[in-house]
Each structure stands twice: as C-alpha cells, then as structure tokens.
C-alpha cells in the first residue's frame, strides 16, 4: 500500500494550504516592504521639515541679534550716502531686535550649529537616525527656550496666559 493510488487525492487540502501560505508569506512580505518604504518617506519627511522650521527660526532669531545688526549698520552707512531713504524704508520693516543677552546668542549659536543642513545625516541606519532625531529634540528644547527668553511663539503664550478651569481644557481637546 506504498503506492495509494488516492493519496494524492487525500492530501490535497495539505497541498494547497502549503502553496497558498508560502504565496501568502511572499505576498506579505513584498506588500510590508512597500507599506515601510512609504512610512518611512513619510516620517523621513516630517523630521526634515520640523528641521527646516527650526533652521529657519534660528536664522531669524541670529539676524535678530544686536551684534548682527550693528554690523549690518556699519556696513550699510560705508556704503554711501545716496541709499539713505531705501535704508530708512528698509529699516521700518524690520524685525525688532532681540535683548542684547549673551546666553541668548549662545542658545540661538547652538540652535544653528544643531539643525545646519549641511550636517543633517540622511543615511538610513541606526546610528544616523538615532543622531539626528536626537538633534532635532535638543534643537526643539533650545527653541522653546529661545521663545521663552525672547517672549515669541508657544512656549510664551502658554506661559502668560491665565489658568483655565478643567472644562475649557477638556473642550479644546487637550489632555490634562
């Protein structure tokens, strides 16, 4: 009975749940690296577009320091005399400067030197992700404190603003 002619007959429920798992682990596995390459552009996406916010306030923030702006004053009177309005013009569209505090330009230096893009990894590996999502949350943290400092953003708003009764903080839909 080495030889059943219905054996293969017998066994053909086994049969086809073998070849559809393995197409099925196939197809999973091929549908799963699709799905992670299009989160992780995603994220990918959302780091450096956090990085390119804080990048951009921290040159905001550096052109904004006193001793930046002297040195943009000093260069713009040598320049001559006959641009005088359009400097006049340009100067009240300015942006305030920031309190000349030294702990300020050390925090906004540092802001910059954290998020330059010029030394952002792009590497997809442990080690380069793990430094840069580290940047970028000190970077974060020396942004709120710069916001603090100077009175600008959402750090500073939260902080001046009244208590508010548990009601209003559970209608705007934030956990308390």
Known sequence: MANDPFEDILNLEEQFYQEGYKQGQEDGGAAGRSEGRSLGL??????????????????????????????????????????????????????????????????VTTLYALVEAETLSTENNDEAVNDFDDRIKRAQGRAKMIERIVGEGAAAKTKTQAPTSPTKTASRGLDI
């Open 42 to 107: 995603e994220k990918g996406f959302q780091k450096f577009a956090e990085a390119g916010m804080l990048y951009g306030k921290a040159i905001v923030w550096a052109n904004r320091l006193p001793a930046v702006k002297s040195r943009h004053q000093a260069s713009d009177t040598s320049v001559g005399e006959g641009k005088e309005t359009e400097i006049n013009r340009s100067s009240s569209l300015a942006l305030p400067s920031l309190p000349d505090n030294g702990r300020l330009e050390k925090h």
